[in-house]
Nanobody, 117 residues
Framework: QVQLVESGGGLVQAGGSLRLSCAAS???????MGWFRQAPGKERERVAT????????YDVDSVKGRFTISRDNTKNTVMLQMNSLKPEDTAVYFC???????????WGQGIQVTVSS
């Protein structure tokens, strides 16, 4: 059974930075990993994804240039570096992983990110 565990969330002032990490266990190779977020009263949205080849995509225009997704294949870990944070980035962030592109087979429990103005 694959387990995803997120870390690195918290409270930060606008303009600050946070780095989220997600460690996968239970499977040695997961080709696609990514981050989603869900703000209060809104639907969950995909933020960024990265393949095992480290090809990345960003699905939220407002994070482009501020967020960077990366992964360490040796540790089965995906990271999300978030810079110049804005109050509208406040959400629960979820790590997701899958064996097929676009299919999220596994989910983390979510981690809160709060950006104060």
């Amino acid at each position: 059974q694959v387990q995803l565990v997120e870390s690195g969330g918290g409270l930060v002032q606008a303009g600050g930075s946070l780095r989220l990490s997600c460690a996968a266990s239970g499977r040695t190779f997961i080709p696609y990993m990514g981050w989603f977020r869900q703000a209060p009263g809104k639907e969950r949205e995909r933020v960024a994804t990265i393949s095992w080849r480290k090809s990345s995509t960003y699905d939220v225009d407002s994070v482009k240039g501020r967020f960077t997704i990366s992964r360490d294949n040796t540790k089965n870990t995906v990271m999300l570096q978030m810079n110049s944070l804005k109050p509208e980035d406040t959400a629960v962030y979820f790590c997701a992983a899958g064996m097929t592109i676009g299919v999220n087979d596994y989910w983390g429990q979510g981690i809160q990110v709060t950006v104060s103005s």
